[in-house]
Structures are given as C-alpha cells and as structure tokens.
C-alpha cells in the first residue's frame, strides 16, 4: 500500500500502470490501521466518479459517519464482528454498503453510493483486528437492480401489495411471539365478486384495473400496522393488528362498505365492485400462517352458502364435513384414474425463439373421470399435494414420458415433479431405473422444479437436483420470479434452465412494471449463463419483446395447444 502512496510501482514492460487499470475497472485499495483509526485510500481512488469525495476521508471513524442508515452492514461490522481468529494469514471479508454523498438527486434528496468492499484484516499481539487492507468499488446500479428485483418479487406490481408467499413468510414471523405474549391479529380474505366475468365481458385491462381499485379502498381502511396482500387474482389478504374474534365483524364491515361506496372507475366505464369476506382469528384459530389463510379460505367459501350473507367468521365446523367429504371424493378419483390408466399426458411445445420450431415439450397430466369426461388439474391437484397422492402421479407422469422418449429417439419432454417427490430419497433410484430402459432417454428428459419448492429447504433441493443430473438429466427451475430466490442461491444450484412465471408473461405487452421485472430476471438468467423459458406467451407482441431480450423459449398458447403426443408437429431441436 505504502508503495502505491509514494507512487513507486513500476508497471512490467508493455502493461499499464496497474493504477491505470484500477481506476479503469472501477476499484481502488485502501489500508486501515485499526488501532490508530489512519485510513488510506489508493491515489487513484479520486479518479473513481461518486467516490472522489469519500476517497480524502483519513480515519474509519469519519469514513463511517457517511453510512446510509439503510445499509445492511459497514466495515467495522464485517472486521470487528467476524467472531474468526487470524492464524497469520488474515481473515477475509466481504460487505455491501452505503455511504451519503453531498450530491443530491433530482427530488433534491442526498445520493447515495453503494459500494462493494473485500478485504482481509490481520490480528495484533491480542489477537483482536489490528490491521485491515482491501478493496473498494462502486456497485450502485448493480445494488438498486437487486433491490429492485428484490421488491417486484415482494410485490404484486399491479396493486402494491404483498404477494400471497412473502405474505405468510411476514405473518409467519409475528406469530411465535404472539403465541407466547398472548394478544391477537385478524386476518380477512377478500374476495372480489365477478372479476372473471368482467374480464371477459371487457378484456383483463379492465379487469386489472377494477382489481387495482379495490386494493386501494382496501388500503385506504388500514390501519399504519396492517398489511395487505394479493393472493389470488380476486382475492386480498388483510393481516390486522390488535384486532380480536369480537372486533372481526365491525372491522370486515368497515371494508366492505368502502368497497361497495360508489362505483369504481375502469376504462370499460363505472363498474359497481362487490366483495365477501372470509375472517380469522389468530392464533385462536390458525397457529400458522398457512393454517390460519386455509380457514379464511373455508370461511370465504361459506359466504356463497349463507343466504346473502357478505362476511362469515371461521367456526371449526364451519365447513368441515363438507371439506372431508369433498376430499375423500376426489382422493378415491385420483386413485381409481391411476388404477384404470385414465391418467395421460399431453404435449405442449416449447419453441426456439431463434428459429420457431419446436425445442421441446412440456408434459401435462390429463385425466379423465369413470363418465369419460376430463377432471380440471385444479380440482385434483391441491388434493393430492395434501394427501401425499401427487406422488404416484409424478410417478405415473414419468413411466408415461419415458414411454414416449423411448419410443421417438428424437423427442425431449419437459416433466413437471412436486416437492415432495424430489425431496423424496428414493426419487433418483426411481429415475434412474425410469431412464434405463434406452441408452440416451435420460438426456432427453427435463425434470421441472418450482421456484417455492426450490425456497423450501434451498440445502436440501440443491442435493435433490445434484442427484437427478447424475442420473443425466436436465433440471429447470419452474415458475421462476414467484419466490425470492437470491442470487447467491440460484448461481449455487447450477439448474440447466429457468422457467419465468406466466404471471409477469401475460400482460408483457401492456405493463410496463411486468417488463421491467422479467427483462431484469432475463438480464440475471443471461448473466448466469442459463437459458431461459418464458411461459405463457399469449400473442405475436409478447413474443417478438421476449425474442428481441434475448429469451431462448417461448411456451404458451401462441405456439400451440397441449396435445396428444400423437398429434405434436416434427420432431424437436436439441436443447441448448
């Protein structure tokens, strides 16, 4: 460090001065002497633009005093609290942090500057940090793109609200100290009466826009501590503080009045908005966040069979046997359709951006009741993740797929495989057995994995996809910007594709925050060096901006239906 202050090092022969390439790339080394507090910048730091101004700061004290408040961590927290010894050779550390310029931005607010700082400290005689060196570099845009993405992935971009999953995450974090404190919170579900047939009377812009609206009188009954979340198309979570089973009606009341005040106003005209509310009461009624948003849902549910009635408050027998009889029903159909083989697939193609030909298929489950006619995935779905039934459909699904492979050598199929069979410990066995039947079908089989499934138990799914590419196939993460996956995480589970969720796909063309969010998840997944899906491409417009980003795949219903495997067109490209 002393060398590059009195400006002695010689650059090799026909190499630039290495401060040259500091400041070229950005970055800049300093020295910290802990013990007197002297600290000292590089010279080239005050050629770095938005840092020149930090880079005459001479001690860590005054260089701390420019911290932003909102930054996770600073120096000294990564030097003095790594709570590791230094055996002589230092100890490495890494942080992000903020520090306030004296320049201001366009609303006249101090700017700040990120930066990304990595060093080493080396311990004195009392084996405590005596002595810290390293490096500096702006990261501001690179920062607030992650922040950014970091918040989209929060927030239904549409409404502002929480997402269904950072919803239970957040609720799910207040109620172990309520459990113990004592005290209780409410939770509504909201649900908006007719959004599906206002949708198709006058298009989803209008629709989206009636959604908006009654999120915003929603909002406008809350109270500073309360929280709202968007966890279905139609349906908004409220979380309302200090709020017990007795004051649940005059407070669902409350809202419900404000929704239905006056017609809201859409492009299609005044539309009048209706709403019903499903109410709980935590934790009396739901000791868990999924627990306590399952009985809303059977609460809102009771509305429709109450006589009018707009709010029903959950009671443990409100729906019960309704429930057991509706889930023992379709348990004995999932059952009876896997012994019958009344459960088959359907081929969705995915295509080539590039080219527009067929890349490969996505596997969908089809089946068909004892009259013949088809059971909606919807309906059998949520009962057989429930029941541990979805198992042997995966199962069913893979024979059904390798079949397929097996018999056409140039097809690639996509299968989509639930949590809990990948976590299974006996699922690479399985798959590895499937795949044997034909030298190279491993290698033309895709197995899909969710973003949620993915968020779970990240250490757990990261050995779960390590064991299905052993057996030589190919992992995608599906759903792709539902969860919160960090960067870190999703660089460590090394998937061979990523699926972007068809919720920021379908209305590409007409939101502007869907762009931003799936052109940043496009910018992170060509970063990464991992091609990408994008789902649910439903016109010419969205697939010529997806294309033009760069997307590998397109998948939706402008490419075509699912269909027989009989029926799809040529046989596909090999996946990149």
Sequence with gaps: MSQLQDGNVEAPPNLPDPRVILSSIGEAVYDWDIVSDRLVFGPNTTDIADFSEFARIASGRAYAEHLAPESPASRFDAVMGSGERDFGRGVPYKVTYGLV??????????KIVWIGDTGRWFAGTNDRPARAHGLVRVVTDRYEAERQLAKQSRYDPLTGALNRAHFIEHVSSLLPERIRRGGSYTILLAGIDNLAVLNEAYGYEAGDE????VAERLRGQMRENDVIARCTGNKFALLLHAC??????????????????????????????AVRIGGVALPQQGRSAQAALYHAEEALAATRRSGGARFVAYAPSLVRDDKRLSILQISDEIVGALNASRLTLALQPV???????????????RLTGEDGGPVLPANIFPVAEKTGLVRLIDHRMLELVVAELAKDPLRRIAINASGATVLDLNWPDRLRAACAVQADVAERLIVEITETCAIADMEAIKHAIEAMQACGVKVAMDDFGSGHTSFRNLRGLHVDLLKIDGAFIQNLARSEDDRFFVRTLVDLARHLGIPIVAEWV????SAAILSGWGVDYLQGHHFGQPQAASACPLPPCAVA
């Design 538 to 541: 439903e016109d010419a417009e």
């Design 210 to 213: 009636l959604a908006a609206a």
């Design 351 to 365: 295509i080539r951006a590039e080219t527009g030909k067929p890349a490969f298929y996505e596997a969908l489950a």
């Design 101 to 110: 310029s004296r320049m201001t931005d366009r609303a006249g607010r101090k």
């Design 244 to 273: 017990n089973a007795e004051q649940m009606q005059t407070a669902a009341a409350r809202f419900l009045a404000a929704v239905e005040a006056s017609p809201l106003t859409t492009k299609a005209g005044k539309v009048a908005a």
